[in-house]
Structure formats: structure tokens, C-alpha cells
């Protein structure tokens, strides 16, 4: 190795100018890849980026007249509320996920050409699906205005909210070291993404998103909760649940009566995993770090395997 | 995976103005190495069965080997050799898209790869979308883009087709705008893999005249190609590889005709 003849402070001069050299290319670069990953999704269609809201609305009928109907929920009008909570959450993971999983392999032609970060393309695909979130929330704020006709514009601009933005930056630590090692495996193994679909749907069924855990009951059902506290997503879903829906459920009923009393403690009872910011941001950085490590151990050989 | 305790390769990308009077680009005995058998094993089920079966193919292939030289600024040098011969991972590893395995590389300056031009284009978005987009890839910021937009669109002479998607420009359209993007960056130094035969005759001279002035403004630049004459009239050096050793390295005249004399012993 040579030895340089500049001195010290001039080569961490230097240093940190390729630093900030390097930030603001990548900002740049991942600024136009999430820009073309959102308007890429609906880019033939007529209503193009409206159907970012309506996807998540209309996603949520059909589970609510399927499931609904399966397990008697369809009577309760918040049961709506409760799929689309439930639905949001866990198709923005499913998307960033299996997105970020083959983008570096896909975008192979500009690796092997180009200099560029590798994390830039997994980073760009969760940027994009936290971008779709922020549109399925305007379809959530809909729905919650048509659930409950008392006070709308309460809930739309109330502590909830903040309380619901508070956790993205956890869900996107969350999202994004899942991503790493899915995109990191993928360039090694192709087939992960056969196996990954099959464990997302074994993932969907692990994450309360249709049914209520209070309906199971029993030593299994303690047992099931048991596992379910062990899912990172279930933590993510109920917290959002309880900052959305659970309060809507519970302002709606306005009457006494004794059969409102129960049903408002069964509301109560549907969210029966309680879980805090604390723990969604242990999750995150917890599943961040160990993403990232595992991204930069295997790193060095990408350049081969791509 | 078995950690590489070799010597570990250096890679160092220092402005070029602290350090005039060194050479530009620094290659020191510079070893590159393939793992042959990964392009075989695609699967998490395959890698299991060859583990199991002890037939994972580890054996290497070098395709550098103790290539060194210096390139000083403002010098224009060719790449020569047959195809497979390292030429590309040269130019890789000068970009530092590739690290060595061994030896170490310095590189003063920023580099503007021509590797392939529109690699990184997407077919569904416009013409301005994708300058946009490429120039990021390209390391600019959005401000020094918005600048150089009007520049990019001139020289590419697709004025009218800004707002139409990519798919529907023909293939010399495509390497037009990939070519004004990819040129609109005065470098210190510009690596060209076989992309100058691009567009049709106009544009071909105008790419040329734009060659020349960057080269009066003293960028270096490193050419790869297997058109003898282009070579000869952009470079005043040349170096070949052959079966990823260095041959030669002077004069362009000379390796030149040395290595047509080669070729023509080598046909079968």
C-alpha cells in the first residue's frame, strides 16, 4: 500500500467531502427511483395515481363481504375499519418486501455498469411503499368518516394521527431490514422468492388482519396468542389498530344501554395483544441492524453472483 | 463463507487537485479473480443438493494478473486485446465498480463511465424523465441537472420527443440521448467501452468534435475498442492484454501493429 504524502487533516478533508459526495448522489438517485416506482404502478391507467386509494378501499369489500360473512362480523359496521387497519399495514410490508427482494438483481444492467450503493434500490423500494401507506391512509380518514357520522373531523386532525405517524419510522426500520436480507438472499439464491410467497401467506394467517383474537378461545387460544406476540407484524397491526380503530369503535356507540356496554367491551377485548411505541421501535431496530449486517457481510461478492 | 485474509485491496478516489504532479490512475499489481462455478447454482434447493453431494465448484478463474501501469492527466489510452482478455474489468475496476483481489488501484479524479449507454433507461417513462433518472445514476444532483438540461436536450437533438415515452423512439434516437447524457459531465476521466459508433454520421462527427474538446481540456481518457482506426486516431498510447496478462504498453502505432501481426498468426 502506498503511503500517502498529504498530511492528516487534509486526507479526512477529503474523506469527508466523498462522504457528503456520495449523500447527496444517492439522495438523488434514490429521490428519482422512488418518484418512478410510485408513478410506475398505475402509469396505464385512466385514474392513475387514485387508484393508490381506491386499491386498499376496494381491497377491503371484498374481505369484508367474504369474512364478514364467515364470521358474522358483517353486522358491526367498524368491522370495516378493522380489515382495513389490519390490511394496510401488512400489504405495505408484503410490497416493500418482495419488491426490495428482487430489485437488485432487476436493476443488475445498472449495477454492473455504474457505481452505485447497492442499498440505494432496496431503500428506494421502501421509501415508495411508505409513500403508497401515506395514500392509503387518505382511504382509511374516508372510511372513518363514514363509520363514524358523529365527529369526523375529530378524528381526522386528533392525537391519533400523530400517534399513527409516530410509528412509521419504526415500521420502516421494521420493513426495511426484512428487505436487506430478502435482497441480499435473493442474489444468491433466485428460488427465495417461491418460498418467500409461501411464507407471506403463512404470514398473513399469523397476523390478525380479519379475525379477532378474542374469538379464539381455550388453551389453544392462549397458546396461539402466545405465538402471535412472538410476530413482529402483529405488534405493528394492533398498535395501529388501537390508535384508529379501537377509539373510533368506541366513540361510535354513543347509547348506555347495557347491550352497548358489551359491546364496547368487546371492542375492548378485539385488541387483546397491547403493544407500545417502545416495543415497535425495539422490532425496528432490532430487524434494522441485523438486516443491515447481514446486507454488508454479503456484499462483497454481489458484484459476482448478480 | 471463508473470510479473504489476502492483502487487502485498495481502492482511493482523492480529488485531483491536491495531487497534480501523480499519475492519474494507478494500477500496482493488480490480480482480479472469478469463482467459476457461481454462475451455476441459482437456488437455495440446488446449493443444497451440490453441498450435500460436496460438488460445489470452487475453483477460480484469474482474469487479471499482475497488471500494472500509470496513466498521467490529459493522456488518451487505448485497451487492446481479444475478447474474455480483461479488458472490461479493467475498465470495472477503474470505475470502482469491481475491487481487486489484490494489488492496489489509485484513481485521482471522477470518473464518467461510457460503459453502456441508457443502461440505466426505463422504457415506459419519457425522454425527460429518464434524463433525469440516468443523470442521478450518473452522480449528479438534481440542481446540476436542471442546468445541464437544456445542454443534454441540445446536443441530443430530441427536442420534440421530450415528453414521449421511450419505448417509441427507434434504437439511434435511444443511444443519442444516452450518449448526450453520459457526455455532459466534464470528467478528468472518461472510460469508453465500444460505444462510439453510435447515431448516424452527424451525430457521429459531432460526438467526435465533442471528444476533442473535452481532451483540450485535458480530461484522460481510457478507450476500450476493436476498431484499430478509431483507436489510432483517439489515443497516442496503447495497452494489451492478452489471457489477463499485460503484453505491451507503449506507442499506439507500435502495439497496434503488433498486435494485427499477432492476430493474423493466431487465426485457425
Redesign the interface.
Same mark, same amino acid.
Given at each position: 500500500m502506498n503511503t500517502s504524502k498529504s498530511p492528516k487533516f487534509q486526507r479526512l478533508k477529503i474523506f469527508f467531502s466523498n462522504i457528503k459526495r456520495e449523500f447527496i448522489k444517492n439522495k438523488n438517485i434514490v429521490g428519482q427511483l422512488v418518484k418512478r416506482n410510485v408513478k410506475v404502478q398505475y402509469r396505464n391507467s385512466a385514474i392513475g395515481i387514485l387508484w393508490t386509494v381506491l386499491n386498499p378501499l376496494l381491497n377491503m369489500l371484498v374481505m369484508y363481504l367474504v369474512f364478514g360473512t364467515i364470521f358474522g362480523y358483517s353486522s358491526d359496521k367498524t368491522y370495516v375499519l378493522y380489515l382495513l387497519c389490519g390490511n394496510i399495514i401488512f400489504n405495505t410490508m408484503r410490497g416493500a418486501t418482495t419488491q426490495s427482494m428482487t430489485s437488485l438483481v432487476n436493476n443488475r444492467g445498472l449495477l454492473t455498469k455504474n457505481k452505485i450503493a447497492f442499498q440505494v434500490f432496496p431503500l428506494s423500494c421502501n421509501i415508495s411503499a411508505i409513500v403508497n401507506l401515506a395514500f392509503s391512509y387518505i382511504a382509511l380518514l374516508i372510511v372513518m368518516m363514514v363509520v363514524d357520522t358523529s365527529c369526523p373531523f375529530m378524528h381526522v386532525f386528533s392525537l391519533n394521527m400523530f400517534k399513527a405517524i409516530l410509528m412509521i419510522p419504526a415500521f420502516f426500520l421494521f420493513i426495511y431490514g426484512v428487505s436487506l436480507v430478502l435482497a441480499a438472499a435473493y442474489v444468491y439464491f433466485r428460488d427465495i422468492l417461491h418460498y418467500y410467497n409461501i411464507f407471506l401467506t403463512l404470514w398473513m394467517y399469523m397476523t390478525p388482519i380479519f379475525y379477532k383474537t378474542n374469538t379464539i378461545s381455550g388453551n389453544f387460544g392462549k397458546f396461539f396468542v402466545m405465538i402471535l406476540k412472538c410476530n413482529p407484524m402483529v405488534h405493528f397491526v394492533e398498535y395501529f389498530r388501537a390508535v384508529t380503530y379501537r377509539m373510533i369503535a368506541e366513540t361510535s356507540i354513543t347509547d348506555t344501554s347495557a347491550e352497548a356496554v358489551k359491546q364496547v367491551a368487546a371492542i375492548k377485548d378485539s385488541v387483546i395483544i397491547d403493544t407500545n411505541l417502545l416495543t415497535l421501535y425495539g422490532w425496528g431496530i432490532a430487524f434494522f441492524v441485523a438486516g443491515l449486517l447481514i446486507f454488508s457481510a454479503s456484499k462483497r461478492n454481489f458484484m459476482y453472483k448478480i | 463463507?471463508k473470510k479473504n485474509k489476502k492483502e487487502?485491496a485498495?481502492m482511493s478516489?482523492?480529488?485531483v487537485e491536491?495531487?497534480e504532479e501523480l499519475p492519474i490512475i494507478?494500477f500496482?499489481d493488480v490480480e482480479m479473480e472469478? $469463482?467459476m462455478g457461481?454462475e451455476k447454482i441459482?437456488?437455495?434447493?440446488?446449493?443444497f443438493i451440490k453441498f450435500i453431494k460436496g460438488k460445489i465448484d470452487r475453483t477460480k478463474k484469474k482474469v487479471l494478473d499482475g497488471i500494472s501501469f500509470n496513466v498521467k492527466k490529459g493522456e488518451s489510452v487505448a485497451i487492446i486485446g481479444h475478447n474474455g482478455a480483461g479488458k472490461s474489468t479493467t475498465l470495472?475496476i477503474i470505475?470502482?465498480?469491481?475491487?481487486p483481489t489484490k494489488g492496489?488501484v489509485?484513481v485521482r479524479g471522477n470518473?464518467a463511465?461510457l460503459?453502456?449507454l441508457g443502461?440505466?433507461f426505463?422504457f415506459?417513462?419519457t425522454a425527460k424523465?429518464n434524463i $433525469?433518472?440516468n443523470g442521478?445514476?450518473?452522480?449528479?444532483?438534481?440542481k446540476e441537472?436542471e442546468k445541464k438540461y437544456n445542454d443534454i436536450v441540445e446536443f441530443s437533438e430530441l427536442h420534440d420527443y421530450m415528453n414521449v415515452p421511450l419505448k417509441n423512439f427507434s434504437s439511434g434516437m435511444v443511444a443519442r440521448l444516452g450518449f448526450a447524457i453520459a457526455i455532459d459531465v466534464d470528467p478528468d476521466i472518461l472510460l469508453i467501452d465500444e460505444v462510439l459508433a453510435v447515431g448516424d454520421e452527424n451525430f457521429r462527427q459531432k460526438c467526435a468534435k465533442k471528444i476533442s474538446e473535452l481532451k483540450e481540456k485535458g480530461a484522460t481518457f481510457i478507450v476500450v475498442s476493436h476498431s484499430m482506426g478509431q483507436i489510432k486516431q483517439l489515443c497516442q498510447r496503447a495497452i494489451w492484454i492478452e489471457n489477463s496478462k499485460l503484453v505491451a504498453d507503449g506507442p499506439v502505432d507500435e502495439i497496434c501493429a503488433k498486435y494485427e501481426e499477432y492476430c493474423r498468426n493466431n487465426k485457425h
Amino acid at each position: 500500500m502506498n503511503t500517502s504524502k498529504s498530511p492528516k487533516f487534509q486526507r479526512l478533508k477529503i474523506f469527508f467531502s466523498n462522504i457528503k459526495r456520495e449523500f447527496i448522489k444517492n439522495k438523488n438517485i434514490v429521490g428519482q427511483l422512488v418518484k418512478r416506482n410510485v408513478k410506475v404502478q398505475y402509469r396505464n391507467s385512466a385514474i392513475g395515481i387514485l387508484w393508490t386509494v381506491l386499491n386498499p378501499l376496494l381491497n377491503m369489500l371484498v374481505m369484508y363481504l367474504v369474512f364478514g360473512t364467515i364470521f358474522g362480523y358483517s353486522s358491526d359496521k367498524t368491522y370495516v375499519l378493522y380489515l382495513l387497519c389490519g390490511n394496510i399495514i401488512f400489504n405495505t410490508m408484503r410490497g416493500a418486501t418482495t419488491q426490495s427482494m428482487t430489485s437488485l438483481v432487476n436493476n443488475r444492467g445498472l449495477l454492473t455498469k455504474n457505481k452505485i450503493a447497492f442499498q440505494v434500490f432496496p431503500l428506494s423500494c421502501n421509501i415508495s411503499a411508505i409513500v403508497n401507506l401515506a395514500f392509503s391512509y387518505i382511504a382509511l380518514l374516508i372510511v372513518m368518516m363514514v363509520v363514524d357520522t358523529s365527529c369526523p373531523f375529530m378524528h381526522v386532525f386528533s392525537l391519533n394521527m400523530f400517534k399513527a405517524i409516530l410509528m412509521i419510522p419504526a415500521f420502516f426500520l421494521f420493513i426495511y431490514g426484512v428487505s436487506l436480507v430478502l435482497a441480499a438472499a435473493y442474489v444468491y439464491f433466485r428460488d427465495i422468492l417461491h418460498y418467500y410467497n409461501i411464507f407471506l401467506t403463512l404470514w398473513m394467517y399469523m397476523t390478525p388482519i380479519f379475525y379477532k383474537t378474542n374469538t379464539i378461545s381455550g388453551n389453544f387460544g392462549k397458546f396461539f396468542v402466545m405465538i402471535l406476540k412472538c410476530n413482529p407484524m402483529v405488534h405493528f397491526v394492533e398498535y395501529f389498530r388501537a390508535v384508529t380503530y379501537r377509539m373510533i369503535a368506541e366513540t361510535s356507540i354513543t347509547d348506555t344501554s347495557a347491550e352497548a356496554v358489551k359491546q364496547v367491551a368487546a371492542i375492548k377485548d378485539s385488541v387483546i395483544i397491547d403493544t407500545n411505541l417502545l416495543t415497535l421501535y425495539g422490532w425496528g431496530i432490532a430487524f434494522f441492524v441485523a438486516g443491515l449486517l447481514i446486507f454488508s457481510a454479503s456484499k462483497r461478492n454481489f458484484m459476482y453472483k448478480i | 463463507m471463508k473470510k479473504n485474509k489476502k492483502e487487502e485491496a485498495v481502492m482511493s478516489h482523492a480529488p485531483v487537485e491536491t495531487q497534480e504532479e501523480l499519475p492519474i490512475i494507478e494500477f500496482s499489481d493488480v490480480e482480479m479473480e472469478f $469463482y467459476m462455478g457461481t454462475e451455476k447454482i441459482d437456488g437455495l434447493k440446488e446449493f443444497f443438493i451440490k453441498f450435500i453431494k460436496g460438488k460445489i465448484d470452487r475453483t477460480k478463474k484469474k482474469v487479471l494478473d499482475g497488471i500494472s501501469f500509470n496513466v498521467k492527466k490529459g493522456e488518451s489510452v487505448a485497451i487492446i486485446g481479444h475478447n474474455g482478455a480483461g479488458k472490461s474489468t479493467t475498465l470495472k475496476i477503474i470505475t470502482g465498480i469491481l475491487k481487486p483481489t489484490k494489488g492496489s488501484v489509485k484513481v485521482r479524479g471522477n470518473v464518467a463511465p461510457l460503459l453502456n449507454l441508457g443502461a440505466g433507461f426505463d422504457f415506459e417513462a419519457t425522454a425527460k424523465e429518464n434524463i $433525469y433518472l440516468n443523470g442521478a445514476i450518473l452522480g449528479h444532483s438534481k440542481k446540476e441537472l436542471e442546468k445541464k438540461y437544456n445542454d443534454i436536450v441540445e446536443f441530443s437533438e430530441l427536442h420534440d420527443y421530450m415528453n414521449v415515452p421511450l419505448k417509441n423512439f427507434s434504437s439511434g434516437m435511444v443511444a443519442r440521448l444516452g450518449f448526450a447524457i453520459a457526455i455532459d459531465v466534464d470528467p478528468d476521466i472518461l472510460l469508453i467501452d465500444e460505444v462510439l459508433a453510435v447515431g448516424d454520421e452527424n451525430f457521429r462527427q459531432k460526438c467526435a468534435k465533442k471528444i476533442s474538446e473535452l481532451k483540450e481540456k485535458g480530461a484522460t481518457f481510457i478507450v476500450v475498442s476493436h476498431s484499430m482506426g478509431q483507436i489510432k486516431q483517439l489515443c497516442q498510447r496503447a495497452i494489451w492484454i492478452e489471457n489477463s496478462k499485460l503484453v505491451a504498453d507503449g506507442p499506439v502505432d507500435e502495439i497496434c501493429a503488433k498486435y494485427e501481426e499477432y492476430c493474423r498468426n493466431n487465426k485457425h
